[in-house]
T-cell receptor
Framework: AQSVTQPDIHITVSEGASLELRCNYS??????LFWYVQSPGQGLQLLLK??????LVQGIKGFEAEFKRSQSSFNLRKPSVHWSDAAEYFC?????????????FGTGTRLTIIP | GAGVSQSPRYKVAKRGQDVALRCDPI?????LFWYQQALGQGPEFLTY????????KSGLPSDRFFAERPEGSVSTLKIQRTQQEDSAVYLC??????????????????FGPGTRLLVL
C-alpha cells in the first residue's frame, strides 16, 4: 500500500530564512505528488504538483519542490519565508488507479515563523 | 468563480444523533471526494463520486456513514448514530476530470473549508 511520511511534525524558522520540508513516499510506480497548505480553520490549498517531466516544480507563493526518484522524496523548499507562511503543510500522493485519484496524505508539518 | 463550499461549517451533535453534511462542488466538476481529518492528522479518503455514481466507498469507516450525489452536483455525507470517534473535520474536494484527462492539468482536487463535527 502507498504511504507518505513527513518526518518533521513541527518546524520553526526565522522570517527571511530558507525552508525545506521533507516528504518521502512509498509506492510501486511513479506517483503523482502534491503539496497542500492549510491555514487554521481553512481548507487545503494546492501549492504545487508533480505528474511527470521536469523534476523541479515551481508553485505558488514562491515555493518549489524537487522530485527525486532515487530517494523517494518530494521535498518542499522556499528561499525566504514570510510570516504569512505559518501554516500546516501536507504532502500527498495520488494513486495511478485509473479513474480514481484519491489522495493519500502525510501527517503534516506545522510551520512556525519567528520574527 | 466560486470554490467548493461546505455547510454547516461547525456542527455539534449529541452521541447517537444523525448528522448530514453538505458539499457544493465547483460548477462543472465531474469528480467529488470526501475526506476525514482527525485532529493532528492528515486527511483520509472516505469516498469518491464520478458524476452521480459512487465509484469508491472503501474509506467509509462503518455502515453508519453514507454518502450520495443524486444529480451529480451537490453531495451529502450522512452519519447515523454518531459516536465520539466521529469527531473530525470532514473535507470535500472536487476536480474537473479524472482518467483520460490525466496529465492535462485537470486532476487537481480543490478543497472546501470543511465541516468541523464535534460529537459529545
Amino acid at each position: 500500500a502507498q504511504s507518505v511520511t513527513q518526518p518533521d511534525i513541527h518546524i520553526t524558522v526565522s522570517e527571511g530564512a530558507s525552508l525545506e520540508l521533507r516528504c518521502n513516499y512509498s509506492y510501486g510506480a511513479t506517483p503523482y505528488l502534491f503539496w497542500y497548505v492549510q491555514s487554521p480553520g481553512q481548507g487545503l490549498q494546492l501549492l504545487l504538483k508533480y505528474f511527470s517531466g521536469d523534476t523541479l516544480v515551481q508553485g505558488i507563493k514562491g515555493f518549489e519542490a524537487e522530485f527525486k526518484r532515487s530517494q523517494s522524496s518530494f521535498n518542499l523548499r522556499k528561499p525566504s519565508v514570510h510570516w504569512s507562511d505559518a501554516a500546516e503543510y501536507f504532502c500527498a500522493v495520488g494513486l495511478s488507479n485509473f479513474g480514481n485519484e484519491k489522495l493519500t496524505f502525510g501527517t503534516g508539518t506545522r510551520l512556525t515563523i519567528i520574527p | 468563480g466560486a470554490g467548493v463550499s461546505q455547510s454547516p461549517r461547525y456542527k455539534v451533535a449529541k452521541r447517537g444523533q444523525d448528522v448530514a453534511l453538505r458539499c457544493d462542488p465547483i460548477s462543472g466538476h465531474v469528480s467529488l471526494f470526501w475526506y476525514q481529518q482527525a485532529l493532528g492528522q492528515g486527511p483520509e479518503f472516505l469516498t469518491y463520486f464520478q458524476n452521480e455514481a459512487q465509484l469508491d466507498k472503501s474509506g467509509l469507516p462503518s455502515d453508519r456513514f453514507f454518502a450520495e450525489r443524486p444529480e451529480g452536483s451537490v453531495s451529502t455525507l450522512k452519519i447515523q448514530r454518531t459516536q465520539q470517534e466521529d469527531s473530525a473535520v470532514y473535507l470535500c474536494a472536487s476536480s474537473l476530470e479524472q482518467g483520460e484527462a490525466r496529465g492535462k492539468g485537470q486532476e487537481t482536487q480543490y478543497f472546501g473549508p470543511g465541516t468541523r463535527l464535534l460529537v459529545l
